[in-house]
């Protein structure tokens, strides 16, 4: 889907950019927080892969220190209250399923639903993006194909054992993240991130992601359907 926006055209100094921009740049910020803690958990749950793990929650704490320098850069305050509500429904589904033991619902909310969901943000965001923080942001997003990549090579190894899990995982957790996009839709518009080519792309992601674990496409669109009627 093509950007009918260019960055020439945005003021990144208005008000109401600016206003945007605070929670959009606290959502990424918390985004990289809940990730860098939920990779740290998936290393305890996971000791063979600790090494793995440990490695991937640095890189998310390396992107958070990027994405507060973005907001420093336009010296926009992020709103962290409204970032960590924001999350908080994945947020519980991850401590609940971590504290059961629920390796492979660990690993669908964090590394396909909040990997897919970050990958289609900054795809789209990128294009419309101030220069600093496009030069973050595509940095980042290189790495968070390593992490999904992660995610994916796991649950294939353990597919059949996994299936059924994942398949409630994902009727729990798909929901949210149409509930999520539509609550950061008016800000993502301001800064010319249309919701249709985040739901799209986050969409293709995802649905990519299920194929390279085993699903079949059949699965795949009755999978992707979870909740999307409120998107």
Not at 10 to 33: L, P, T, W
Request: proline fraction near 2%; include cysteine; hydrophobic fraction near 40%.
């Amino acid at each position: 889907m093509q950007q009918i926006t260019e960055p020439s055209e945005i003021d990144f100094q208005s008000e109401k950019y600016k206003d945007a921009y605070s929670r959009i740049n606290a959502i990424v910020i918390e985004g990289e927080q809940e990730a860098y803690e939920n990779y740290i958990q998936l290393a305890q749950l996971l000791p063979t892969h600790k090494e793995d793990l440990i490695r991937l929650s640095k890189m998310e704490s390396r992107h958070k220190k990027g994405f507060e320098a973005c907001g420093r850069n336009l010296q926009v305050e992020p709103d962290l209250q409204f970032a960590k509500e924001f999350f908080s429904g994945l947020h519980s589904n991850f401590q609940k399923a971590a504290a059961e033991g629920k390796v492979v619902t660990c690993l669908l909310i964090q590394a396909l639903i909040i990997e897919c969901f970050a990958i289609a943000a900054y795809n789209i965001y990128i294009p419309v993006a101030d220069d600093f923080a496009r030069k973050i942001t595509e940095g980042v997003v290189k790495d968070e194909y390593s992490h999904l990549n992660f995610g994916e090579v796991w649950l294939k190894d353990n597919f059949e054992a996994s299936k059924t899990e994942l398949e409630e995982a994902n009727r729990q957790n798909l929901p949210l993240v149409w509930k999520m996009l539509n609550q950061v839709a008016d800000d993502a518009e301001v800064l010319a991130m249309e919701k249709d080519a985040l739901v799209e792309d986050f969409m293709i992601q995802y649905g990519e992601a299920l194929s390279n674990i085993g699903f079949t496409t059949r699965d795949i669109m009755r999978l992707s359907a979870y909740g999307l009627v409120a998107a």
